[in-house]
């Protein structure tokens, strides 16, 4: 059922209202709905409804943004009132929207920051994209082992309020180094005078500052932890990626992926976004290539014009037979990018799933080869019939083996395996059915020719 609230600031973004009715609506609804529902408006129309809202809220607001929206909103804010947002913000979130700013525009607008903001921001902007570093945040709860767990307590109380997440303390040395972690749970439990390091967990799971994002977003989800440590080279803590945060990687990721296998670059905007000529030339590039390889599926055709023009019913189970072996891989390819992605397998196991693909591309074959050989009878006899039974457990075979081993073959050469793409595998089944189409019919059909 939708949310009352929500009603009334649909309704107040499009028919305007007192402001005491809107700040009363803007209180009761989360800043991500906030956030949706004005960013579908114009950006100075945004503005002008965010104008009306404190700052701690146009913060919080802004953190719920989509890039585009963000940076075209933020561009008509004056230097020292984005300064004072950007302040306000979390601090992941205030580095994005740092990132988004023109280069031209963004030093004079840190100089607006205060000195200990700005830092901060400056070091994490530091850190190069999909990186753990670049989607942590420095904004974490820090204790020393020597601490009573009382006054470890009394210090989350005072600064809890400007924490991301308390429901974990990190313990360091005074160098920084990363002793262990501590739950709020713990602190509640053991005695006020328990030191810390009595209390404290040290086999602690962690990431590297420089480790790819979406391998620390598979380790989060893979030990359930509400937030991981970051480290640098010499294991000196330098923030937590959260698991909002690895929500946010995990779309990014996945995003990207469905592009890939769809043969589109990598898109950098959201598709309502995106202008004409930007989406041509994403699309155009792999489509031209896919036209070309296709050329060979043509040569493999006009090669066997003699078997072709002696049985022109052949021609009839083309289309079913090449599109049943690309069917098949991009199924194969599917499950195998998804798994690869995940760890569930490594390029060690190969050889293993590649025995288990030959079992069951074969028994396929052998039940649509039987399911079309009744076509076939019906169609153009049985001898036809056996030529198409044969071809379709080939192609279904052939198609499901490529479409299993290219993902393996692309990581093992630090390629992403998404790049073995449904319309990819489609093409190189479609060539390798023509030939073994063809090549069958006039083994079998030579009596004819």
Not at 80 to 93: F, S
């Amino acid at each position: 059922m939708k949310n009352t609230y929500t009603e009334r600031l649909d309704s107040v973004l499009n028919n305007g209202v007192t402001d005491e009715e809107f700040h009363e609506i803007c209180n009761a609804v989360h800043p991500t709905i906030l956030a949706s529902r004005i960013s579908e408006l114009e950006p100075e129309r945004a503005k002008f409804i965010l104008d009306k809202l404190s700052i701690d809220q146009v913060a919080a607001i802004f953190s719920h943004f989509r890039k585009v929206q963000s940076r075209e909103i933020a561009a008509l804010y004056p230097d020292e009132v984005l300064a004072d947002i950007i302040e306000k913000m979390p601090h992941d979130d205030r580095v994005d929207l740092v990132r988004q700013i023109p280069v031209e525009q963004r030093e004079t607008l840190l100089s607006k920051i205060q000195k200990v903001e700005r830092e901060d921001i400056l070091r994490l902007s530091r850190y190069e994209e999909e990186t753990a570093g670049a989607v942590m945040t420095s904004d974490y709860m820090v204790l020393t082992e020597n601490m009573t767990v009382e006054e470890a307590l009394n210090k989350i109380r005072k600064v809890a309020k400007d924490r991301e997440t308390i429901y974990n303390a990190y313990v360091v040395h005074e160098t920084k180094r990363l002793l262990g972690i501590v739950s709020l749970k713990d602190l509640i439990l053991f005695a006020p005078n328990a030191r810390i390091s009595e209390v404290m967990f040290t086999d602690v799971i962690f990431a590297r500052v420089d480790e790819d994002q979406e391998i620390v977003a598979n380790r989060l989800s893979e030990y359930d932890l509400l937030a991981l440590p970051v480290v640098d080279e010499h294991n000196r803590m330098v923030g937590i990626i959260t698991f909002d945060d690895v929500m946010d990687v995990r779309k990014e990721e996945a995003t990207e992926d469905f592009h890939k296998m769809g043969s589109v670059g990598l898109m950098g905007v959201s598709l309502k976004d995106a202008s004409i000529p930007f989406l041509i030339m994403k699309r155009v590039p792999w489509l031209l290539v896919l036209v070309f390889m296709n050329i060979f599926s043509g040569a493999g055709i006009a090669y066997f014009e003699d078997t072709i023009e002696a049985v022109v019913a052949l021609v009839f189970f083309l289309p079913l037979l090449i599109d049943s072996g690309g069917n098949a891989g991009s199924q194969a390819s599917t499950l195998m990018v998804r798994a690869l992605a995940t760890g569930e397998v490594k390029i060690r196991d190969w050889f293993k799933l590649f025995s288990k693909e030959i079992f069951v591309a074969v028994a396929i074959g052998i039940i649509m080869g039987l399911a079309v050989s009744l076509i076939g009878i019906f169609r153009a006899g049985p001898e036809v019939a056996v030529v198409v039974s044969l071809t379709m457990i080939c192609c279904v075979m052939v198609g499901s083996l490529l479409g299993m081993s290219l993902p393996f073959l692309l990581q093992k050469f630090n390629f992403d395996p998404a790049t073995a793409s449904a319309p990819l595998i489609t093409s190189l089944a479609d060539i390798a059915g023509v030939v073994m189409y063809f090549s069958i019919a006039t083994w079998y059909l030579s009596d004819k020719l």
